[in-house]
Structure formats: structure tokens, C-alpha cells
T-cell receptor
Framework: AQSVAQPEDQVNVAEGNPLTVKCTYSVSGNPYLFWYVQYPNRGLQFLLKYITGDNLVKGSYGFEAEFNKSQTSFHLKKPSALVSDSALYFC??????????????FGTGTKLQVIP | DAGVTQSPTHLIKTRGQQVTLRCSPKSGHDTVSWYQQALGQGPQFIFQ???????QRGNFPDRFSGHQFPNYSSELNVNALLLGDSALYLC??????????????FGPGTRLTVL
């Protein structure tokens, strides 16, 4: 079975400071990893994904994530936080051993609050 | 290019009733997945449809069923509604061809309230 853990329910960061939202995963095969953002009363918006290759993945809105296989982590980062980044962030994993089947497992989410 | 659309936006039902939610995938996508997101939780996978067949299913009872049409749009049906079915129901679409098939794009969701 595959699973995702987001250990922090909420992360507070001052505007302009770097931010990190943590994610660890568990899969039996090689992982495909995703970050999504959700604004209030909205669906999920895709930010970035790791499939293979470079461990540092760059995505939308200046976000990036670092894949660490030994620590089974995929932390989301941004060098300088904006107030508009305040939202709910979800990490998700898919086990690529399942071929074309695309069941994706999500974490419970981390609320990011950027303080002006 | 329209993204994933869902209807209705909001829905209020009473226990025991049945509900149908609808989803139109992003242009060029042929695979539709449905998720249930309870308040304060992450989305939970319900099932996925491809080529008009249910390809994979999460841990949801048979009260949850679906359908995919030849134009790739999809419906989620829930019978005998329970209070615990109150949630945001999300539809996600993806393409089975090419490298981008791995990314699912989500619609805005349907908020279902069961009274």
C-alpha cells in the first residue's frame, strides 16, 4: 500500500522568508510524487511533480520540491513567500509499479499561512 | 481551452436519497478519476474510469457507482445517502497517452450536503 504523511497541520512564515512544507511517502516501487495547492472552496491546482531525473523539481509560482530517496521525502520549498501563497497544500504519491493505473494517494494537507 | 468542469456546484440532499454528480474532462483527456474530500481531510480516491469502464476502485461501498460516456465525460452516483457522505467531490482528468498522462487536473468540485 502507498501512503503520504504531512507532519505539520499548519506552517506559519513571514512574507519574504523562505518556506518549507514537509512530505514523506511510502510506496513499494518507485514513486511518482506531486504537490497540489487548494484555495478556499476551490479544487486542487497542480504545482509540480517528480517522475525521474533531477532531484530538484521546479514548478508553478516559484515553488520547487526536493526528492530525497534515502529519506523518502519530497519537501515543497519557495525562496521568498508571498501573502498570496497562503492556502492548503497537498502532497500526493503514485506507485509507478501499477503501470497505467493512476490511483493517487494524498496526504492530509498542510495549511500555509504567510504573515504580512 | 476549458479545464475540468463539474456540476452542480452545490447540492443539498436528505438521508436515503440518491445523487448524481457530473464531470467533463479537460480537452484531450480520456481518463476520469473521482475523489471524496471530507472537511479537513485530503482527497480520498473513489474510482477511475477509462474507455467507459471502471479501472480501479478505492475503499468505497457499492453505493458509490459511476459511468463514463463515449465523449469521456463521467457521472458519479451515490445511493442511499448517509450523513457521512457530506463532502466535496472532486473530479480529476488525465490523458492515457504521452508523458503528461501522469498529471491529474482537478475540477472545482461539487459540495454535497446530506441532512
Amino acid at each position: 500500500a502507498q501512503s503520504v504523511a504531512q507532519p505539520e497541520d499548519q506552517v506559519n512564515v513571514a512574507e519574504g522568508n523562505p518556506l518549507t512544507v514537509k512530505c514523506t511517502y511510502s510506496v513499494s516501487g518507485n514513486p511518482y510524487l506531486f504537490w497540489y495547492v487548494q484555495y478556499p472552496n476551490r479544487g486542487l491546482q497542480f504545482l509540480l511533480k517528480y517522475i525521474t531525473g533531477d532531484n530538484l523539481v521546479k514548478g508553478s509560482y516559484g515553488f520547487e520540491a526536493e526528492f530525497n530517496k534515502s529519506q523518502t521525502s519530497f519537501h515543497l520549498k519557495k525562496p521568498s513567500a508571498l501573502v498570496s501563497d497562503s492556502a492548503l497544500y497537498f502532497c500526493a504519491v503514485r506507485d509507478n509499479s501499477r503501470g497505467g493505473y493512476q490511483k493517487v494517494t494524498f496526504g492530509t494537507g498542510t495549511k500555509l499561512q504567510v504573515i504580512p | 481551452d476549458a479545464g475540468v468542469t463539474q456540476s452542480p456546484t452545490h447540492l443539498i440532499k436528505t438521508r436515503g436519497q440518491q445523487v448524481t454528480l457530473r464531470c467533463s474532462p479537460k480537452s484531450g483527456h480520456d481518463t476520469v478519476s473521482w475523489y471524496q474530500q471530507a472537511l479537513g481531510q485530503g482527497p480520498q480516491f473513489i474510482f477511475q474510469y477509462y474507455e467507459e469502464e471502471e479501472r480501479q476502485r478505492g475503499n468505497f461501498p457499492d453505493r458509490f457507482s459511476g459511468h463514463q460516456f463515449p465523449n469521456y465525460s463521467s457521472e458519479l452516483n451515490v445511493n442511499a445517502l448517509l450523513l457521512g457522505d457530506s463532502a466535496l467531490y472532486l473530479c480529476a482528468s488525465s490523458s492515457s497517452s504521452g508523458g503528461r498522462y501522469l498529471t491529474q487536473y482537478f475540477g472545482p468540485g461539487t459540495r454535497l450536503t446530506v441532512l
